[in-house]
Nanobody, 115 residues
Framework: QVQLVESGGGLVQAGGSLRLSCKAS????????MGWFRQNPGKQRELVAR???????TDADSVKGRFAISRDNAENTVTMQLNSQEVDDTGVYYC?????????WGQGTQVTVSS
């Protein structure tokens, strides 16, 4: 069973930066896509950014130009740099991974952006 452990959340002022990291373990098959989703109370979980095993990223429109996702296939980690943060970036950020058997989720890490 694939396990994902996130780190790097916290409190930051608007305009500031954070870096989120996620490490996968228990891997049996190649992880095709890794990414980050965000959720706030009463709202659906939404895609923030994802990256394929070949390094092709996809970013949500709301974070383009501000967030950057990267991946280390050898270490089975995905990292996202959050720059120029806005209050609307607040939420619980979940790491996700997909392989040929299914999808996996981390426990989530809170990011709070204050005005």
């Amino acid at each position: 069973q694939v396990q994902l452990v996130e780190s790097g959340g916290g409190l930051v002022q608007a305009g500031g930066s954070l870096r989120l990291s996620c490490k996968a373990s228990g891997i049996r098959f190649r992880i095709n896509v890794m990414g980050w989703f965000r959720q706030n109370p009463g709202k659906q979980r939404e895609l923030v950014a994802r990256i394929t095993s070949l390094g092709t990223p996809t970013d949500a429109d709301s974070v383009k130009g501000r967030f950057a996702i990267s991946r280390d296939n050898a270490e089975n980690t995905v990292t996202m740099q959050l720059n120029s943060q806005e209050v609307d970036d607040t939420g619980v950020y979940y790491c996700s991974a997909y392989d040929d058997c299914g999808d996996y989720w981390g426990q989530g890490t809170q990011v709070t952006v204050s005005s």
